[in-house]
């Protein structure tokens, strides 16, 4: 994927595709809470109470990270 960043600790990332881990969909949303060398991450995911529902182990290249600066419009 042309642009996309590595994510750094605490970035927001999408899920690009469902794992095999039956917790995570595609569309999930979590936070990186760990690297895991070569190229891994551990995500957090919460529910809708906030606390935590899961936490996945994810390839770098199975999420997204989501960007989180403001660009001017217009």
């Known amino acids: 994927m042309t642009g996309a960043r590595q994510p750094n600790l605490l970035d927001l990332v999408a899920v ?3 794992p095999d881990d039956p917790e995570i969909r ?3 949303v979590g936070t ?3 690297f895991l060398p070569p190229d891994a991450v551990e995500v957090e995911f919460l529910g ?3 606390r ?3 936490v996945g182990t ?3 290249g199975e999420v997204l990270a989501l960007n989180r600066e403001r660009t ?3």
Do not use: K, P
Request: hydrophobic letters at 45%; proline letters at 0%.
């Open 16 to 18: 690009l595709a469902s």
């Open 26 to 28: 595609a569309g999930d």
């Open 32 to 34: 990186v809470v760990e």
């Open 48 to 50: 809708r109470d906030g």
């Open 52 to 54: 935590t529902r899961h």
């Open 58 to 60: 994810l390839r770098l």
């Open 72 to 74: 001017r419009v217009a």
